[in-house]
């Protein structure tokens, strides 16, 4: 006869509610790892999908998630031609906020290498891949925007022709895919009256110069736009992806990394790169947290069966009267304390698996954390019925006839 | 201990001394009883007397200072030192029937007997069904499933002694298990004492004040500060019915 369960079965309101108790505290220990595994997730996301085996960026930066990079659009043909490089894309990569129906949306606008990549290595809920040059977008389903909408950003109109899932940059924000003249676009977005401006500056400048006096053509070419002007045009990108051949990675990560005004690292390295930085702390932060719900979880199934044990000392008492050895009765203690933990971590689970969903970023409840969360969870009962235990040990069998 | 038959209990000299210096109390002295097998003995006195000690000293509950205990001829204690495990000797050899009924609360009838048997290794399914015809042969067995919060207090008395008797132990053990009943009911269960020792051969030591039934006993005794010494004859018993095992 299993006393345990007939115990429970005379207190199921009390079993269901401290069940529910200890659940959603395990909620919590499991949504700590989870908004772990979701922030790793979701910082090397994009590393993982675009497919590069090397990544090329501005010298001695950490570009370009882990911080700002610039490169010259030339970089991509220089990197073409080093040996066992089989494909170069432009990668252009910043974070926007504008305004949509009143509330703000944030973007992380990732450029594509029109037409070499239209962005066919995201994986499509609805709608297709880049099909032009321009005006065009593919969103992520975590922005909320819907399939064939018009989106204002600057002075152009992007129409949503895709939408993909889980396609999120390290902070978080929902990635919306364009090529990467149009990323640029959006990226120096003046408005007319600045355009209008700088330009007037750039010819007063000029004007002061003495060489315009002798190449009066010159101080005509400084009010063309700045795009038609090498010497002024901002076109940059934030790094250069190249595609290399098996096994000649590392050599082509040297090669690049000795030109001395750039930076290379191979996917594992950009890995490091993001994992190494915010992400460290982050998962140093939650790791602290979550140690410290576990104890407080620990507690506080200690008291509930500390005082479920002290409910119970006159039939525990009875129960030694009546010759019960004390494996009897420390079984008694322990299979409640498994059970309330079992309980507790299905209650997390169906819980968390209904409420984290909703949270404004991703909790990964993933297989191996539950599994150690599992293991967390019968540790944590068999400590918390350490007191219990000892309590019941404690009681005379006299005390069954106070 | 006497060279006679093995009896079901046999307590020599036996005596318990609480605190000491001025704080010295000497709850039993020197008190010996020799119980057989199928006997029925009733204990009687005041409060304070030393009943209860007697009685938790020869369930090994309470070690005493001094004296033996012997319980169906087997030794197990000698002083305060136990010559057995006390808790599987209790377990096989004695059952208890208190002045409350003392069931487990969270188990049914059924379930507070059934767990003795199962504690001294019957298994489930056996353990059940002899759960269940002892509550029937006790007249209880139409509340087997019911918890102990749900019977009578004569319902959950008989309950009790199903359980007490459960293991077919050699000496039970009672602390006036009548006084939370009516007398009609009170002496329906002195005569289940009675009649379990005829029947199953087992020795009753029954501490009680219920002095109406008294002629169910075979020896009554007296405790007075702490020493025994035999009762007056109980008087005959009036002619009546034969003892009944109704449900209360």
């Known amino acids: 006869m299993n006393l345990a369960v007939r115990d429970i079965r005379h207190n199921a309101g009390r079993f269901l509610l401290t069940c529910l ?4 505290l395990l909620m919590m220990v499991m949504g700590m790892g989870g908004i772990y595994r979701g922030i790793v997730e979701d910082a090397t996301l994009l590393v993982d999908r675009i497919g590069a085996d090397v990544w090329v960026v501005q010298r001695d930066t950490r570009g370009p998630f882990a911080e700002q990079s610039r490169v010259a659009p030339s970089l991509r043909d220089r990197v073409a031609t080093v040996p066992g490089v089989t494909a170069a894309r432009e990668f252009l990569f910043h974070t926007i906020q504008r305004e949509r129906r009143g509330a703000p949306l944030r973007l992380a606008v990732v450029g594509l290498s029109w037409p070499d990549d239209r962005g066919a290595w995201g994986p499509l809920l ?13 969103a992520d389903r975590s922005l909320g925007l819907e399939l064939g909408e018009a989106l204002h950003l600057g002075r152009e109109t992007y129409r949503v022709v895709g939408i993909t899932s889980g396609m999120v940059a390290s902070g978080g924000d929902g990635v919306a895919f364009v090529t990467v003249g149009d990323a640029r676009a959006i990226q120096l977005d003046l408005a007319a009256e600045a355009v209008r401006a700088e330009r007037a500056a750039r010819v007063a400048r000029a004007a002061r110069d003495e060489l315009p006096a002798q190449a009066p053509a010159l101080l005509e070419r400084a009010s063309a ?7 002024v045009e901002g076109r940059t990108l934030t790094a250069v992806l190249a595609t290399v051949s098996p096994g000649r990675t590392a050599a082509a990560v040297r090669t690049i990394a000795s030109w001395g005004d750039v930076s290379a690292f191979d996917a594992e390295g950009q890995r490091a790169l993001l994992l190494g930085g915010s992400v460290a702390k982050v998962r140093l932060q939650i790791g602290l947290f979550r140690t410290l719900l576990t104890v407080i979880a620990t507690i506080v199934m200690a008291l509930i069966l500390y005082t479920l044990t002290l409910d119970k000392l006159h039939s525990i008492a009875l129960l030694k009267l009546i010759g019960a050895p004390n494996r009897v009765i420390l079984g008694l203690i322990l299979e409640q304390a498994l059970l309330i933990g079992a309980a507790g971590y299905a209650v997390a689970y169906a819980a968390g698996s209904w409420l984290f969903p909703r949270f404004p970023r991703r909790v990964i409840l993933a297989g191996d954390d539950l599994a150690q969360l599992a293991l967390i969870v019968l540790a944590i009962s068999l400590v918390a019925s350490l007191l219990g235990i000892a309590k019941a040990l404690r009681v005379a069998p006299a005390e069954a006839l106070a | 201990m006497s060279g006679r038959a093995p009896a079901a209990l046999e307590a020599e000299a036996l005596t318990r001394v609480y605190g000491e210096g001025e704080t010295r109390v000497v709850a039993m002295r020197d008190v010996s009883l020799r119980v057989a097998a199928g006997e029925v003995v009733a204990l009687l006195g005041p409060s304070g007397s030393g009943k209860s000690t007697f009685l938790t000293t020869v369930g090994l509950i309470n070690p005493p200072t001094a004296g033996r205990v012997a319980i169906g001829g087997v030794r197990v204690l000698d002083g305060p030192r136990a010559l057995t495990d006390l808790r599987a000797f209790r377990r096989r050899q004695l059952g208890f029937v208190f002045q409350k009924s003392n069931l487990i609360p969270f188990l ?8 003795a048997l199962e504690l001294d290794g019957t298994s489930g399914r056996r353990a059940r069904a002899a759960a269940h015809a002892l509550l029937e042969e006790l007249g209880v067995g139409d509340r087997a499933e019911h918890l102990p919060a749900e019977l009578s207090g004569g319902q959950q008395q008989r309950v009790a002694v199903a359980r007490a008797i459960a293991n077919r132990p050699a000496l039970i053990l009672a602390d006036e298990p009548t006084a939370a009943l009516d007398g009609p009911r009170g002496r329906q269960v002195m005569e289940l004492f009675r009649r379990i020792a005829r029947e199953r051969g087992a020795a009753a ?23 025994l010494r035999p009762a007056s004859p109980p008087p005959a018993p009036e002619p009546g019915p034969s003892p009944s095992l109704t449900p209360a």
């Open chain 1, 126 to 138: 609805a709608g297709r891949h880049l099909a032009q040059g321009h005006y065009e977008l593919i």
């Open chain 1, 225 to 231: 736009p700045a795009g038609e002007l090498p010497a």
């Open chain 1, 21 to 24: 108790g200890v659940g959603l």
């Open chain 2, 205 to 227: 030591v029954v501490v009680t004040h219920d002095h109406r039934a008294l002629d169910v006993f075979d020896r009554t005794y007296e405790m007075e500060d702490g020493a």
């Open chain 2, 108 to 115: 049914t009838a059924r379930e507070n007997v059934q767990v």
